[in-house]
């Protein structure tokens, strides 16, 4: 009964997970690359409990409800199975961040939970592994395993498909601020947007695009070249929503094509193209959701803050500041000591 707590960073894609070829293991049509995100931290302890008849699942302190706990339990099973035991557990998570923030927190929690959970149940998986176990909870989740910037290569078989770190979060002092916008509830979740990416006429165009796209992101990285990634990120993100737009969404024949963006999304584009016209190094990414990432280098964080809060104050806006952040780590003490720089425990 030894509780082990295990804390792991939201991540967000440079180049998009957009479209699944294996819906039951998380396989993606397309590898991806993304950065984790230091503004966000879900923490999770997970407790095996020979007394417990069946999971206890507590999200932020209140009980979870009934599809997040049968997600939790299907997620533990598969913890379970690895480590042959039948034990039901008690988890709790937290997110530091609101669940409006315009940051997916399932990579995170589900980051959190499988090192918590394996560690629990008495498994020391390496990184490759437990990138895999992440990735049936939540595909992205596997992203958020390994430190810093990372590559998710897609493969063909479940045991192919793993995150693996390109550089360390020190490698480039980036800043990312995620802006959302009020309380605006996802319609069309992400699931029902890979499912229905296929069915855009663009989709094969932006696959055959996808290798160079990857490339050039690897490059920019590896050469810290900020214009090179912005734009190429930029780009990458709204071929995602000329997807999204001209897709056909199953058994909901009245929307003509999946808009994530609000008005203020928008308005927030323009205004970052103008920024960059006038000289101020920004670019932007867009997820399944009305947030804008804004991306920029760390000396130019105070003007862009600056720029930033006039423009987004009418917009009803709201924004969390990150850095390049480390991948999942434990944090009970007794297991292992927690530094900042410390991902030793994960091999
Ligand atoms: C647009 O299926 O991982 O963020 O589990 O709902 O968080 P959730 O999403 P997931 O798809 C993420 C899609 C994306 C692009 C990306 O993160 O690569």
Known sequence: MRAITAAAHPNLALVKYWGQRDATL???VNPSISVNLSGGTTTTTVTFDATLKSDRVALNGAPADTRACARVTAHLDRVRALAGIATRADVRSRNDFPASAGVASSASAFAALSLAATRAAGLDLDMRALSILARKGSGSACRSIPDGFVEWIAGDNDAGSYARSLVPC?????????V???DHAKEVSSLEGHHAAPS???YAARLAQTNETLDTVRRALLARDFPLLGMTAEREALSLHAIAMTSRVQDRPWLSGIYYWKSETLRLIHTIQTWRQEGLAVYFTLDAGPS?????EAKDQADLESALAPAIAPLNGSAIISEPGRGAWI??????ASTPADTSCIR
Do not use: E, M
């Open 331 to 336: 944090v009970d003490k007794r297991a292992c």
């Open 200 to 202: 855009s006429p663009f």
């Open 170 to 178: 020190g490698y480039w002092d980036l800043r990312i601020i995620s």
């Open 180 to 182: 959302t916008f009020g």
């Open 292 to 296: 804008v990432h804004l991306i920029c």
């Open 26 to 28: 998380n396989l993606p």
